[in-house]
């Protein structure tokens, strides 16, 4: 049984130095035809930290980002990919979230994750915790949102996280709740994923030749769509599976592209193109690659960064709804 939902396509981006820059980002992104505007839950500027943490400088914090792109949009769904469960306190999380939906009448969607970037814990002054303890968290987490959203009185009393004696306001527009999007890699976030959220997103596979268990990238994309499939059971036909080639390039010289990617990322060219983060070629070979990957791992719904959404926008017109 695999997951047979239509395309549907997103931009994560953080980077705006302007109101307005940040305002006809939002609008140009809904005008190329994409589905949602992710933004990203990390918060560091240029530095050591930022460096060691391997991630791009961010320019906007979330929250605020999101409410300023729905605002001046009227179709674009916007979003966190994904909300890190210890950067915010879980009952204010999400309230802050209904809110975003209420006010966007009912275009959010709800990514939460565990959190990973230890280098970044570290520069905020938080514990990077085993990630068995985080993983916890995700779980008390979500269950909250999910009690919360649903307008009873609360509570919850678990280790993590605690909300009593009061009922959450407002409520969001979607029902029952948000669509609730949760990332990851190993099989208990993945298995949890597949059980309770409706989004599941696959993190960033290695770019090793191999991984400790033998398997290539392609083959490991597909090792974890296999875990969904198992937790999911019947849910499978209902889940979406985002995904996103961090490198995506529309291009007639995919060799020159993929050396670029290469050396940018110190490993070999051989290969790459078929990497489940990597997306280079033509738009025919883009759109036939997409395909034979929704086929291979599920992957339905694809995220692409800020600086290529242009240069994309073909590949969602051929492929949106299909």
Same mark, same amino acid.
């Given at each position: 049984m695999t997951s047979v939902q239509p395309f549907r396509f997103a931009v994560q981006a953080t980077k705006?130095?302007?109101?307005?820059?940040?305002?006809?980002? !939002?609008?140009?992104?809904?005008?190329?035809?994409?589905?949602? $505007?992710?933004? !990203?839950?990390? +918060?560091?500027?240029?530095?050591?930290?930022?460096?060691?943490?391997?991630?791009?400088?961010?320019? $906007?914090?979330?929250?605020?980002?999101? !409410?300023?792109?729905?605002?001046?949009?009227?179709?674009?769904?916007?979003?966190?990919?994904?909300?890190?469960?210890? +950067?915010?306190?879980?009952?204010?999380?999400?309230k802050e979230a209904a809110t975003i939906d209420l006010l966007s009448d009912g275009r959010l969607e709800f990514g939460?994750?565990?959190?990973?970037?230890?280098?970044? +814990?570290? !520069?905020?002054?938080?514990?990077?915790?085993?990630?068995?303890?985080?993983?916890?968290?995700?779980?008390?987490?979500?269950? $909250?949102?999910?009690?919360?959203w649903g307008g009873e009185s609360l509570d919850v009393r678990g280790k993590?996280?605690?909300?009593?004696?009061?009922?959450?306001?407002?409520?969001?527009?979607?029902?029952?709740?948000?669509?609730?999007?949760?990332?990851?890699?190993?099989?208990?976030?993945?298995s949890f994923a597949a059980r309770e959220a409706d989004i599941v997103s696959l993190a960033n596979v290695p770019f090793a030749a191999h991984n400790d268990a033998g398997r290539t990238p392609a083959e490991e994309a597909a090792h974890r769509y296999g875990l969904v499939r198992e937790a999911a059971g019947g849910r499978i036909s209902s889940l979406e599976v985002e995904s996103s080639p961090f490198f995506a390039r529309v291009t007639d010289d995919s060799a020159s592209a993929a050396d670029r990617v290469a050396h940018r990322l110190g490993v070999p060219s051989e290969g790459l193109l078929d990497h489940p983060n990597v997306l280079i070629g033509t738009l025919d070979q883009v759109v036939d690659r997409l395909r034979e990957r929704r086929e291979r791992f599920g992957a339905n719904y694809i995220t692409v960064q800020q600086g290529e959404a242009e240069r994309f926008a073909p590949v969602v017109a051929r492929l949106t709804g299909t």
């Open positions: 705006a130095t302007s109101a307005k820059e940040w305002r006809d980002t !939002a609008r140009s992104v809904q005008d190329l035809g994409y589905s949602t $505007l992710f933004l !990203a839950d990390h +918060y560091l500027g240029p530095g050591p930290a930022q460096r060691e943490a391997r991630w791009p400088a961010q320019h $906007l914090a979330p929250v605020a980002a999101l !409410a300023t792109a729905a605002a001046v949009t009227d179709t674009l769904r916007v979003g966190c990919r994904v909300f890190c469960v210890d +950067y915010h306190v879980p009952n204010v999380l999400a939460i994750g565990a959190g990973w970037s230890a280098p970044e +814990y570290r !520069a905020m002054g938080l514990e990077f915790a085993p990630a068995g303890r985080r993983v916890d968290k995700l779980v008390e987490v979500v269950a $909250l949102v999910k009690a919360q993590h996280v605690t909300a009593i004696d009061h009922a959450g306001l407002p409520l969001p527009v979607q029902r029952p709740h948000p669509p609730i999007m949760i990332g990851g890699s190993k099989r208990r976030v993945l």
